[in-house]
């Protein structure tokens, strides 16, 4: 075997090893040693293999796959601006603490700073965002026993710092490859990894982590807590509901929180109406994971009166209003044993009946208009979704409509790209996690979204495409500026330009031509009867963006109404 090739072989034995099951890559000659050993480990039943054309879908296909099943999805690229493509998702990775495996082919250091075709600075290419990043030797002649050991540890240690086994803190990690000619196999790919490049018996991975994290027990907590659940992996999202539920705290969650079937519907609102929460104000917020998406709770947050603890998913924690006064992990409670009820206190009584009441005044304002809006697509999608489904929200207005107006679900799995919240990649990430979901998937995004990542559309021959319905509210460009302080009377004149951005175009004229089949829907009957017809499919709503905004304001107004009367 010529060094590359050995080389790729081992990488690839030693990440199925570790517990990779999917792997995605977009052509490319320099990466083609592992390109080539990925698509024998999947002929040999080992992996599942996704191949795009564009690298940035291929790293949010990654990133979906990563998110939906925690386990590390490595993403292969050649060398050059591919390498840059992977940076939007390693940020995301980085911010959602997800295990994304970026593994770029570079030219061997002889190449660097020579100007050769496609070369540039790939080494740190990343900066920060990784938790660690490993500039790998260029594989060599007679060093084989040697190059095995340092190979198969280095992927060891990739897997287990990606993973967070031992930190607590899982984000994603770089692997620079530096590669010699030649690239291609010189035998038929059946040698077995033997001899000198063996690894542990039976299978084993050559260095094993074992899982620390953080166990550190909060203050006991005072008669009136919150408990905000921001993005957050499920797992620690589902214990903060069982621990609230124990304790008789009000939960406010947002959708990707793995929390929001516990939360309380449009419980932000409550924060928004001043003198009910001066008469409700908790004396402690219990902060979980990371809140991104309300004014409201940062505002809360901030208040002098109430005391921030905060239970993170990892050692770095969320405090953009510098307010935590702890930092650690749940209050000790004991184990709730089968059949026991929830607790009921005062104060949770009273949370529950005013977001009881803020979400029939919802429910009233949305019906009595005879057309479909952005606010109610939000909502009739969460309450037409078939049990045990997955739903991947778009960032900006989505994921917001869903926090505001829908009704939480407790039988649902909702994902979002909440790491820095950026609009790139949502239809490859849904399209990763649908593929590891397995069974009916929806994801809704605004139509700028939709565009930007038109190419995680473009699925290869081959290539599975999941039973994935992607709903999208089409109000012609960029609505969320209009419901923010550019959207107001005084900014017209320059807002359409630089703001609202009409695109333009007919969305599922766009889908169709990339072969998916779309539907264009305008009453609530049109919608609930397309999401039963199953995907692949684009379902598309007409919205008007001014009309979205001052909806937004009756919606809110209509909430504090019911609050004070």
């Known amino acids: 075997m010529n060094p590359s090739t050995a080389f790729a072989r081992v990488l690839v034995d030693e990440l199925l090893r570790g517990g990779v099951t999917d792997a995605v ?53 050649t060398s050059g601006t591919a390498a840059a493509h992977l940076h939007a998702a390693v940020l995301e990775a980085d911010a959602a603490g997800v295990p994304l495996l970026a593994l770029t082919a570079d030219r061997p250091p002889e190449l660097r700073a020579t100007g050769a075709n496609q070369t540039i600075e790939q080494a740190a290419l990343y900066g920060g965002a990784v938790r660690w990043a490993a500039d790998v030797g260029v594989p060599e002649a007679g060093r084989e026993a040697a190059q095995n050991r340092y190979w198969r540890s280095l992927v060891a240690k990739a897997l287990t710092i990606a993973s967070g086994t031992l930190s607590g803190d899982a984000g994603p990690v770089h692997l620079n490859l530096a590669l010699r000619d030649p690239l291609m196999p010189d035998d038929d790919g059946g040698e077995a990894l033997d001899g000198p490049w063996a690894g542990r018996p039976d299978g084993a ?100 009166r109430v005391r921030v603890e905060t239970v993170p998913a990892g050692p770095r924690w969320a405090d ?141 021959e081959g290539e599975p495409v999941p039973d994935l319905t992607v709903v999208v509210p089409d109000n012609d460009g960029g609505g969320i500026f209009a419901q923010l302080e550019p959207g107001e009377d005084r900014y017209a004149e320059g807002y359409r330009r630089v703001f609202g951005t009409p695109h333009g175009r007919d969305l599922t004229a766009v889908a169709t031509a990339l072969g998916w089949t779309a539907t264009r829907v305008s009453t609530a009957d049109e919608l609930t009867a397309a999401l039963r017809l199953g995907g692949p499919r684009v379902v598309v709503v007409r919205t008007d963006q001014r009309a979205e905004a001052r909806l937004g304001r009756e919606l809110r107004a209509a909430a504090a109404a019911v609050l004070t009367s």
Request: no cysteine; glycine share 12%.
């Open 320 to 460: 953009a209003v510098r307010s935590s006064s702890a930092v650690g992990g749940f209050p000790l409670l004991a184990p709730r044993m089968p059949g026991e009820p929830a607790v009921g206190t005062p104060a949770l009584d009273a949370w529950r009946d005013a977001a009881s009441r803020v979400g029939s005044a919802v429910d009233e304002v949305l019906d009595a208009r005879p057309e479909l809006t952005a606010a109610r697509v939000a909502r009739d999608v969460l309450a037409g979704l078939p049990s045990g489904a997955l739903l991947v929200l778009g960032s900006s207005t989505p994921v917001r409509d869903v926090d505001l107006w829908a009704r939480p679900r407790a039988d649902l799995t909702v994902l979002a790209n909440r790491g820095v919240a950026g609009i790139d990649g949502t239809i490859s990430t849904a399209i990763g996690a649908a593929t590891v979901h397995g069974g009916p998937s929806f994801a809704l995004m605004g139509d700028l979204t939709f565009l930007h990542d038109l190419t995680g559309l473009l699925t290869g």
């Open 25 to 77: 890559l977009a052509p490319g000659s320099r990466s083609a040693p592992v390109a080539l050993a990925l698509a024998a480990a999947e002929r040999a039943g080992r992996l599942r293999l996704h191949v795009r054309i564009d690298e940035r879908t291929a790293s949010f296909l990654a990133l979906g796959l990563a998110k939906a099943s925690g386990r590390p999805v490595p993403v292969l690229t």
């Open 205 to 304: 991975p050559w260095t094993a982590g074992r899982g620390g994290g953080l166990a550190m027990p909060l203050k006991p907590a005072p008669a009136s807590t919150l408990v905000v659940v921001g993005d957050a992996p499920h797992g620690l999202g589902a214990v903060a509901v069982d621990i609230a539920a124990r304790a008789g705290w009000p939960v406010l969650a947002e959708p990707s929180s793995g929390a929001w079937g516990g939360s309380l519907r449009g419980g932000v609102l409550l924060l928004g109406a001043g003198e009910w929460l001066a008469e409700h104000r908790p004396e402690r917020v219990l902060v979980v994971g990371r809140p991104t998406l309300s004014r409201p709770v940062n505002a809360l947050l901030s208040d002098a």
